[in-house]
């Protein structure tokens, strides 16, 4: 810089590129900072959706467990009736 206080092109660039060096510095930081905190983030969601699925499969699970049975259920109703309707029949064709 001259000594009667005027700026040179040479000083100016030099001062523009610390600048832009601090705030480029600055800008990355806060975006490592919240990288971190979308890493974290993700992680807990995936954590929970795998919870979820666990909670989900066990659910399904149990709702096939309860139909089966109340399927087999009915289906035996269904053999005892035909049988009862048989010795009905029997029973009218003896009297």
């Given at each position: 810089?001259?000594?009667?206080?005027?700026?040179?092109?040479?000083?100016?660039?030099?001062?523009?590129?610390?600048?832009?060096?601090?705030?480029?510095?600055?800008?990355?930081?806060?975006?490592?900072?919240?990288?971190?905190?979308?890493?974290?983030?993700?992680?807990?969601?995936?954590?929970?959706?795998?919870?979820?699925?666990?909670?989900?499969?066990?659910?399904i699970n149990n709702v096939q467990t309860l139909i089966d049975a109340h399927?087999?259920?009915?289906?035996?109703?269904?053999?005892?009736?035909?049988?009862?309707?048989?010795?009905?029949?029997?029973?009218?064709?003896?009297?």
């Open positions: 810089m001259k000594k009667e206080g005027f700026v040179t092109t040479k000083y100016l660039d030099k001062k523009m590129t610390e600048q832009a060096q601090v705030i480029v510095a600055a800008v990355d930081g806060v975006l490592d900072k919240r990288l971190k905190e979308i890493k974290i983030d993700t992680g807990l969601i995936k954590q929970g959706l795998k919870q979820t699925k666990d909670e989900l499969k066990k659910d399927v087999k259920a009915q289906e035996d109703f269904k053999q005892e009736f035909v049988i009862l309707k048989e010795e009905v029949k029997q029973i009218k064709q003896v009297l």
